[in-house]
């Protein structure tokens, strides 16, 4: 690719006539890009880089999260926190923390761990397997099908239960294990098996 680049001729001179520019053509040389760092999943693991996840040997950016989406992951993290503390069942809800599945470095957008899982030293950069509970909030550039297939994923590390909130359908999908369920936006959402009695509207989460 070239670069045109104006060169007035006798630019020295005071000429009553103004004279056309002299053209002269240069290669343009291309901005150098900054190399890829590859790292492992277990360097990732020890720092994981912010809004980062490590998928398949490569790190991959959260992106795409809209007003919606940031406010449904909102409403969520305090429900579940807020329950949590009412019903004395302990525990922390936590988002965007980092934790390892079976195949990945995973940042789940939503998550709730149960008071036996907590470190003893109340601190960690991630967690060692899939949290027990999780909820990933799809954004205009999340496909259906990988979300379901990263569900999939963390049901097959540890996690017990899976919710997948849809904002712009008003949609929410729950798997505690063994299947699927929708629940629409005129409907009651309940955990089906780590939060034992959680319920809230899906109109309160979506809205």
């Known amino acids: 690719m070239t670069a045109t680049i104006i060169i007035p001729k006798n630019a020295d001179q005071n000429l009553d006539t103004e004279l056309p520019p002299k053209l002269e053509n240069t290669a343009e040389i291309p901005p150098q890009s900054e190399p890829k760092k590859v790292i492992s999943l277990e360097e990732f693991l020890v720092k994981p880089p912010d809004r980062m ?37 302990g525990g922390e809800v936590v988002t965007e923390v980092v934790c390892r599945t079976n195949k990945q ?9 149960t008071p036996e899982l907590l470190p ?31 569900a999939q994923e963390y049901l097959e590390s540890g996690c017990l239960e899976v919710w997948l909130l849809f904002p712009e359908a008003r949609l929410i999908f729950v798997n505690a294990g063994q299947r699927w369920r929708l629940f629409n936006g005129d409907e009651v959402v309940n955990s089906q098996s780590v939060l034992a009695g959680f319920s809230v509207a899906v109109s309160e989460l979506l809205a």
């Open 53 to 89: 996840e490590w998928v398949d040997g490569n790190l991959l950016e959260k992106t795409g999260m809209t007003f919606k989406h940031g406010l449904a992951q909102s409403k969520l993290s305090t429900s579940w926190r807020n329950y949590k503390n009412s019903s004395g069942q």
């Open 105 to 113: 470095g995973r940042r789940p957008d939503v998550a709730y761990i």
């Open 120 to 150: 003893q030293s109340g601190n960690f950069t991630a967690f060692s397997q899939s949290f027990p509970l999780i909820a990933e909030v799809a954004s205009p550039e999340d496909s259906g099908e990988e979300l379901f297939a990263k």
